[in-house]
T-cell receptor, first 116, second 113 residues
């Protein structure tokens, strides 16, 4: 079974400061890892993914995430937060070898609040 | 390009009524997913299809829920009879069979009173 843990229900950061949203995962074999963002009353929007290659992946809106296999983590980061980044962020995983099961397993979500 | 299109966006219905949610996946996508989002349980996979064939329906809560995909461009999720505990946001999502990224629709916000 695969699972994702997002240990923080909410992260508060001041505008202009760096932000980190944490994610750890459990999966058999190598993972495919994803971050999505959800704004109020909207669907989930894809931000970035790690499939293979460079452990640091860059995505939309200046976000990036670092894959750490030894720590089974995939933390989302941004050097300088904007008020408009305030939203609900989801980490998701699936096993790369499981071509028959393509659905993603999502974490519980972390609410990011950026204060002006 | 059009994204995943869901209808209705909002539905309020009375307990016991039948509810049908509809989804049009992104053109060319062969995998389709139905997820449910609630405050208590977060995002749960209900069912997903590859090439119109249901692959995994283990997340469907009970027999009151059914999903169909009669062709590559249309899917429905039906709840009959509906109950207040079915109140949630239901998301449809799609991806290419040989792709990794899943794209979500805007959701159908269901309230059963």
């Amino acid at each position: 079974a695969q699972s994702v843990a997002q240990p923080e229900d909410q992260v508060n950061v001041a505008e202009g400061n760096p932000l980190t949203v944490k994610c750890t995962y459990s999966v058999s074999g190598n993972p495919y890892l994803f971050w999505y963002v959800q704004y109020p009353n909207r669907g989930l929007q894809f931000l970035l993914k790690y499939i293979t290659g460079d452990n640091l992946v860059k995505g939309s809106y200046g976000f990036e995430a670092e894959f750490n296999k030894s720590q089974t983590s995939f933390h989302l980061k941004k050097p300088s937060a904007l008020v408009s980044d305030s939203a609900l962020y989801f980490c998701a995983v699936r096993a790369s070898m499981d071509t028959g099961r393509r659905a993603l397993t999502f974490g519980s979500g972390t609410r990011l609040q950026v204060q002006p | 390009d059009a994204g995943v299109i869901q209808s209705p966006r909002h539905e309020v219905t009375e307990m016991g009524q039948e509810v049908t949610l509809r989804c049009k996946p992104i053109s060319g996508h062969n995998s389709l997913f139905w997820y449910r989002q609630t405050m208590m349980r977060g995002l749960e996979l209900l069912i997903y299809f590859n090439n119109n064939v249901p692959i995994d329906d283990s997340g469907m809560p009970e027999d009151r829920f059914s999903a169909k995909m009669p062709n590559a461009s249309f899917s429905t999720l039906k709840i009959q009879p509906s109950e207040p505990r079915d109140s949630a946001v239901y998301f449809c999502a799609s991806s290419r069979v040989d792709g990794n990224t899943i794209y979500f629709g805007e959701g159908s916000w269901l309230t059963v009173v």
